[in-house]
């Protein structure tokens, strides 16, 4: 109930509001309240004229893909250090997820959801003895466990989160014609069973309104209130680094014109060194039965500035339905004593908001649904890797058969050469036949000479035979 008086008192006064339903009842901002004898007697006990019941102009936005507008956001704009406490990665795995955002970005590749940092952690283990030196080393078991965490994120609902077109927190800074300021609700109901993307959903959205928006020095009055409901969540086994980030944005914020609540059951649910930053303070009863309690009650108690009227930690625990202990900042910025006080009835609807008045307030957004309706998927890292990779493979297809054809031609050359080395050994065995083909009929044709001269002419004309023979055949050498 607190929540939503506050959230629109800040919506009368024209400025607009985020918050996110948890428990399924915050919808109820979009329609007028039910009037009641027990609401009447509030109201007149109250002293409040002019009562009128009234629903807010809100916009419903969604995370997994459930009734509102969709809300989308892109890794590259997660970031590694947030994305690393999403994936709960232990800090050598951390370091890697550094790795690869820097070569992403020096290689001006888009991380624009799961499977694009999916395809990045493949590209750079398989190229990691490449950028050992330039980025550091990069274990194949550290990819293997921040994959086997982007499966656990993907179950839980990552796939829808993580994408195009992603949101553009301008939109959450604008008012209704009739001047009244946007109750931006997100739907959170199915979201909180993944407190992890919740949280760092919520802590991205803080940074990016801090890392975005001009300075603005002491406003008259906000132009943004973001409500941070189950804030505890935030804060779980958070890294001290990141939450010096959070406490660096808490204590800045302001100067940017954006007021922070942190809502939660008990005040130590939040960090002292965050604590410290938040100056208005709404405290709502609380029962302590058990020691851990009591200790509760005494931290929520001296987070206040003391009021001699009474105990705080004594009143804590009397406070019934629509009272609390409040404390805020007066015109010198100094917190003002504590004071006990009673909660105004919303003018909007308690509950959730029933069908007809839900479905027109999702047709009052059609505008916005144009442009955050569709879901976009332009070329990325999954992309050009994909297709850098493909190039390759095509590369090393069109190296193996050049390799083959080499070692074809290699392997003709020598057939050739081998081919030209048996025709030479043939041509010389012929020679070689023909030579003693030669002088066996030279052989032969002296020994027919010589046989037919010793018949004709006997011993000197064999003789004589010889001389002729011998001077024919050196005159033929001739």
């Not at 070569?103 to 001006?108: F, L, P, V």
């Not at 001699?308 to 009143?315: G, I, N």
């Amino acid at each position: 109930m607190t929540l939503k008086v506050m959230a629109e008192g800040f919506s009368h006064a024209g400025v607009p509001v985020f918050m996110a339903d948890v428990k399924g009842d915050i919808t109820g901002m979009c329609a007028a309240g039910k009037d009641s004898e027990d609401m009447q007697k509030r109201i007149e006990k109250l002293g409040i004229e002019g009562y009128s019941f009234e629903g807010c102009p809100v916009r419903i936005w969604d995370m997994l893909g459930g009734e509102g507008l969709p809300v989308r956001i892109t890794i590259s704009d997660m970031g590694p250090t947030l994305l690393a406490r999403l994936l709960g990665l232990t800090e050598v795995q951390s370091g890697v997820l550094d790795i690869v955002f820097r070569i992403a970005d020096d290689k001006q590749l888009l991380l624009i959801d799961l499977k694009d940092l999916r395809a990045m952690l493949n590209y750079v283990a398989e190229n990691a003895k490449e950028y050992e030196t330039t980025y550091g080393k990069v274990s194949s078991q550290s990819v293997g466990a921040i994959l086997r965490s982007l499966i656990s994120v993907e179950d839980e609902g990552g796939d829808v989160v993580f994408g195009e077109p992603d949101l553009d927190l301008a939109g959450w800074f604008q008012c209704a014609p009739d001047g009244r300021g946007y109750v931006n609700i997100l739907n959170a109901a199915k979201l909180i069973q993944s407190p992890q993307i919740y949280a760092m959903f919520l802590l991205w959205m803080l940074s990016e309104l801090f890392d975005t928006l001009p300075e603005e020095g002491d406003l008259e009055k906000p132009k943004f209130v973001f409500f941070f409901d189950e804030a505890h969540l935030l804060f779980n086994d958070m890294p001290g680094e990141l939450l010096e980030k959070i406490v660096q944005v808490v204590k800045l914020i302001r100067s940017k014109g954006v007021g922070v609540y942190f809502i939660t059951q008990s005040p130590s649910d939040i960090p002292d060194e965050v604590l410290a930053q938040l100056s208005n303070r709404i405290q709502h009863g609380l029962r302590a039965y058990t020691p851990a309690e009591q200790k509760a009650v005494r931290a929520a108690a001296q987070s206040f500035r003391e009021n001699p009227a009474f105990k705080s930690e004594e009143v804590i625990l009397e406070l019934g339905t629509g009272e609390a202990l409040v404390s805020f900042l007066n015109a010198d910025g100094q917190p003002e004593i504590v004071e006990r006080a009673k909660i105004l009835p919303p003018q909007c609807l308690m509950a959730a908001a029933p069908v007809d008045a839900l479905k027109a307030a999702l047709d009052a957004q059609s505008d916005l649904m144009k442009k955050y309706g569709e879901a976009e998927d332009r070329e990325s890292a999954f992309e050009k890797l994909a297709e850098q990779a493909e190039k390759d493979e095509e590369a090393e297809k069109l190296a193996a058969e050049r390799a083959q054809l080499e070692q074809e031609k290699a392997e003709l050359e020598r057939e050739r050469a081998k081919e030209v080395e048996r025709a030479a050994k043939k041509a010389k065995r012929e020679a070689e036949r023909e030579e003693r083909a030669r002088q066996k009929r030279q052989e032969q044709m002296m020994k027919g000479i010589g046989k037919f001269a010793g018949q004709i002419f006997g011993t000197f004309g064999r003789e004589a035979t010889r001389q002729i023979t011998r001077n024919l055949f050196r005159g033929r050498r001739r």
